[in-house]
């Protein structure tokens, strides 16, 4: 009896100590100071207690121009080709996991923004929009209405480039961004079945090229 009890009670003790390291490990860690400024405090507040995320697949050539004319559902202006099934609070919080890592943000960053895939995060009747571009690492999350005078948007780039400051594209180099490997991993988790999502690579191998020009650093464009 006395060593059922004792099982018992390590069984307990182990509970005890596991419990709180997984609710700690789902749970996404506190964003530095530069993301909270980034991103903004309605942001920060639905991705630290979302419950829910609608995923999109998303044209991202059709967001300027005639483009603008074609027929369909939109999702932040771009036509939508495909929606995956709701994603639950595992989802949510790994998500904004990745969006409170400094490196998602602050490298140096292409002037080309082609998004493919689009997250709508949901805290119960509170949102955000997330659009994704993985042709040039690119991220931008968008708090608030539609309207451009009452939304709060940040854009930063998640590629992990040598000389930054330079913003080349490298001959023979490979990105090994944690936040590329985590956002292809989560995208690969929304549309398991989409023949261009699978393919996507968690390091991505940069060809010789000219020089980017309008390179810049994250930062906040707007907020109303």
Known sequence: MRRLRKRWW???LAIAVILPIAWLQLRPQEPSDRVKELLGPEAIAILSDADSVQVFRIDGHTGEGEALLKPGPRFRGYLVIGQGEDQGQEFASDLAAVLFKDKTYFNE????????VGYRVWKREQKIDVLICFHCDNVSVTAGREEPEKYHWASGNFGNRDEPEKCQ???????NSTSRRLLVKLAKRAFPNDPEIVELKEKKHYVTGAREEGCSRARVVHEG
């Not at 960053?109 to 493919?116: A, I, L, M, Y």
């Open 169 to 175: 594209w490298k001959s023979g180099n490979f990105d």
């Open 109 to 116: 960053k292409s002037k080309c923004f082609w998004p493919g």
């Open 10 to 12: 390590i069984v307990l």
